[in-house]
């Protein structure tokens, strides 16, 4: 029987901020949902002490148990003492002491990890990659997360930066990046880059693209990585081949990781993540042609994550607990 | 003082092994060096008994103390139980025992490393990366290999080979690589592509080209990386743009090293690392423009390695020591 001491876990990305009562086997025994509020840094502080009370709350009221800490997964870079959000590409923080504005608010205390290490650690510990020393999780969103565990330890690198393959560059002078820089990896396999390719086709071949114009009503500027995700699983050809192509160049990138990093298994988690075999399938076709020495070397599995939408919170409850521990 | 146990360290490239006999403090007793007698699987291991013969008589004519094992730096991937030289870009290993082939003709413990890893463990303990936690070393030979260390170890990945940096892919349907692939970034920023830089520049403006010509009495596909650098290192200016190339692509590829990684230092070596600042220079002017979340996060130091060609010797000799001690 699991010791009844529970953490918070709240993972908070670009759009959503997803928080849960965690307990030490990583299940979750209540959870809540918000779209994230805008990106300033003040609304977005609010919005996670507002989910951090109401679950306290019925912590309480439904004797789950002792909220003993809380957890953050941060879609931002985040220094090595868990304690300040570097950067983030898709938010407003830059050199932010998200810890420090939290404790202030808290009665609990509270650390700040990377919102994909956070949701790596959960599949390490509790999910797909479970019972493996080496293992990289890939987080496919509207842009790509990472992280990487290795002697069962998170790797965070000397900054607290490892693991942002996102952001490696695999086309010189390819496309604008929201970081800044071009050719970055996120925007050729991403939801984003799903929604691009799919824009794309709306605009320079309409008749293929019926079932893509029918979820947007027409209107291709309004179409996501959702969208195409969508008509992909509802088995449109043309959203299909678009998964494909996203598809292989997960494949490629994930070669880089391979080479790099050397995994055991690279789990593929995230909304996109969730394509499943329509994903991974031309993923791992282009994984097996383009790996260095193949057939001469062992190769990673390349699977599908399988905690889901709730890693990130599990992983950034569980990490706390590390911490707590 | 260090205590008289000695081990054998032998760095094994495509061109050249050097054999050294190494105490326990990285200093190097004795050496030899050798061509690398082709890339038949015998003549090398011929090649690496003699070696070690010749090291071992020698410290025992001279009372240098006690040779307790043999650690073999390897231009090969290296299976984790270090035996087994997975594959070779540069050599005929596929699959071979290397460990148990010596070891039946040695009568001293051996290990195999793979010889990037065994440079960087070196430069880490002994070197430019003491002192730091979390260590990326690259080595520009005729290609490109690499080492991580973190928390103290060596980090292998889970089949033996990571840090294998040389082979990730920087250009899409980019130059044919010796690994079978395409685009790897070794083919833009080691000794190869230095003499291939060097011989494009002879064949299209060879009235710019006079110094590297003068070099190879002429004959331009004779010119190799080591012709250019020399050329350059004497102040030829067309020797040293085409350093500054090969610079950028160095820079733009340590970039990946610092997302994945995410070092503290980065060590350059090996024979093309040691053109110094004439590589560095335009590696670090490339690095600061390339690396997102730049200002935003802390960066790490790219320097030279300091034990120079002495460095897979030492490494694999002090990479025994520890698995014997």
Redesign the interface.
Known sequence: MSDRTLTLGIDIGGTKIAGGLVDDSGGVLDCVRRETPGHAIEAVENAIVSVVDELCDRANTGAHGNVVGVGIGAAG?VSTDRSTV??S?HLAW??TPLRADLTERMSLPVWVDNDANAAAWAEYRFGAARG???VACVTLGTGIG?G?I??G?L???????????G??????DGRR?V???RG?WEQYASGRALARAGQELIEVAPAAASALLAAVNGDGSQLTGADVAAAALAGDLAAIELVREVGAWLG?GI???A??????VIVVGGGVGALGELLLGPARERFAV?L??RG???A?DIVEASLGADAGMIGAADLARNKLG
């Open positions: 870079w570097l950067f590409p830059r050199d493996h020393d080496t990472g990487v290795s002697g330890r790797q965070r690198g000397a900054f607290g930066v490892a693991g942002e393959w952001h490696t560059r695999v086309v010189p990046c970081c800044g820089n970055c490629e070669v880089t990781i080479m790099i990093v050397d995994p055991s383009a260095p020495g001469y070397r062992p990673p």
